[in-house]
């Protein structure tokens, strides 16, 4: 069965970076392509970018550039998803989320909280 | 960016009431227009994916309709279980974005 296993909640500073890896089993994991999502407290989930396994391309939300950084290691079917510059705005849980077919993201890890605080 | 807006922000129903939310795309996304379930403190689940295409263990009470850029998902019987919030979201083209969401309660 697909699972996607997420890193720990994170606690950081304004300005550090946080890097939250999403363990991927239960299917061939150069074959789907990873999103991930945030959502924030009391809000909607809000789209960051999408990763290529295969070859480890990416797309990025316009509102993260410059920002985030997603990567994956195929020998161990892990992606990465690393956000730097924090502020407290980007509290929130982060969400990896596989593209199934038609485009939906058909499978979602646990998601890991991050809080920025001082 | 293409918006998605969802009406109502809530609604309240009792077990074994019809319900029926709206979505709206900002510009025509064809059916490429998927729906989630979220329970607090949960991720959301895929319900219905190009508009009307019932995921695998997803309960026939579900149905999703529509085209071009308006969206319908109707619960037809509510059940205990189906007290949560809904997401819209569509997959037509990058970024995709979810809409702000539809909680259902409890009358």
């Known amino acids: 069965q697909v699972q996607l296993v997420q890193s720990g909640a994170e606690v950081k500073k304004p300005g550090a970076s946080v890097k939250v890896s999403c363990k991927a089993s239960?299917?061939?994991?150069?074959?789907?392509?990873m999103h991930w999502v945030r959502q924030a407290p009391g809000h909607g989930p809000e789209w960051m970018g999408i990763?290529?396994?295969?070859?480890?391309?990416?797309s990025y939300a316009q509102k993260f550039q410059g920002r985030v950084t997603m990567t994956r290691d195929t020998s161990t079917n892990t992606f990465y998803m690393e956000l730097s510059s924090l502020r407290s705005q980007d509290t929130a849980v982060y969400y990896c989320?596989?593209?199934?077919?038609?485009?939906?993201?058909?499978?979602w890890g646990q998601g890991t909280l991050v809080t920025v605080s001082s | 960016d293409i918006q998605m807006t969802q009406s109502p922000s809530s609604l309240s129903a009792s077990v074994g009431d019809r319900v029926t939310m709206t979505c709206r795309a900002s510009?025509?996304?064809?059916?490429?227009l998927n729906w989630y379930q979220q329970k607090p403190g949960k991720a959301p689940n895929l319900l219905i994916s190009?508009?009307?295409s019932l995921q695998s263990g997803v309960p026939s009470r579900f149905s999703g309709s529509g085209s071009g850029t308006d969206f319908t998902l109707t619960i037809s019987s509510l059940q205990p279980e189906d007290f949560a919030t809904y997401y819209c979201?569509?997959?037509?083209?990058?970024?995709?974005?979810f809409g702000q969401g539809t909680k259902v309660e409890i009358k």
């Open positions: 989320a596989r593209r199934g077919s038609e485009n939906a993201f058909d499978y």
């Open positions: 239960g299917y061939i994991f150069t074959t789907y392509y």
């Open positions: 990763i290529n396994p295969g070859e480890g391309s990416t």
């Open positions: 510009q025509s996304i064809s059916i490429y």
């Open positions: 190009a508009t009307s």
């Open positions: 979201q569509h997959s037509y083209s990058a970024p995709w974005t």
